[in-house]
T-cell receptor
Framework: DAGITQSPRHKVTETGTPVTLRCHQTENHRYMYWYRQDPGHGLRLIHYSYGVKDTDKGEVSDGYSVSRSKTEDFLLTLESATSSQTSVYFC?????????????FGPGTRLTVL | GNSVTQMEGPVTLSEEAFLTINCTYTATGYPSLFWYVQYPGEGLQLLLKATKADDKGSNKGFEATYRKETTSFHLEKGSVQVSDSAVYFCALSDQGSGGSNYKLTFGKGTLLTVNP
């Protein structure tokens, strides 16, 4: 257990509305990641952070923004949700100890955009 | 860029059958390789890992060997149980050089169903 929580766990929203998903970690990890999971695609990286206020894009970043104002929270925002953003979103952290490129995942948020 | 190809599912087996899920990869340098498992309604859990060529990762009766010559990391288990029913993901991570920050690249996942 890497102390990762995600909120909300489920959300239904309408096209065009803004949505913010939160990832919270309790172990002070520097690296955090947001992925989306879709059938036939596996998990794809949206954005990641390597420190407070330090973020970068992943392979499917269009339509998403992120913010990290403190170590424990990494927020993913859909400025204007579209039906193509219906997905399950996972947050992950990377520990610097042990195997450095091993990531641990949160429980996920299921988002439905109508 | 990096990529992971794993066998298409779904895979359906009877309890105590032998399991193989194939995984091959394309990457520069010397990536680390992982198998993650996702049980119904849950997040991903790391199942096993290997960080260099010829390493064998193992956990819960599952094994996979890092084969650099064939760029493969096939998952095997000698006798599956109903409780092994899940989605299995093969993944690789680069070595973090050049600002890549150890990003994971995943395969598309393989759904395994084990019947009693």
């Amino acid at each position: 257990d890497a102390g990762i929580t995600q909120s909300p766990r489920h959300k239904v929203t309408e096209t065009g509305t803004p949505v913010t998903l939160r990832c919270h970690q309790t172990e002070n990890h520097r690296y955090m990641y947001w992925y989306r999971q879709d059938p036939g695609h596996g998990l794809r990286l949206i954005h990641y952070s390597y420190g407070v206020k330090d973020t970068d894009k992943g392979e499917v970043s269009d339509g998403y923004s992120v913010s990290r104002s403190k170590t424990e929270d990494f927020l993913l925002t859909l400025e204007s949700a579209t039906s193509s953003q219906t997905s399950v979103y996972f947050c992950a952290i990377r520990r610097l100890a042990g195997t450095p490129n091993e990531q641990f995942f949160g429980p996920g948020t299921r988002l439905t955009v109508l | 860029g990096n990529s992971v190809t794993q066998m298409e599912g779904p895979v359906t087996l009877s309890e105590e059958a032998f399991l193989t899920i194939n995984c091959t990869y394309t990457a520069t340098g010397y990536p680390s390789l992982f198998w993650y498992v996702q049980y119904p309604g849950e997040g991903l859990q790391l199942l096993l890992k290997a960080t260099k060529a010829d390493d064998k990762g193992s956990n819960k009766g599952f094994e996979a060997t890092y084969r650099k010559e064939t760029t493969s990391f096939h998952l095997e288990k000698g006798s599956v149980q109903v409780s092994d029913s899940a989605v299995y993901f093969c993944a690789l991570s680069d070595q973090g050089s050049g600002g890549s920050n150890y990003k994971l690249t995943f395969g598309k996942g393989t759904l395994l169903t084990v019947n009693p």
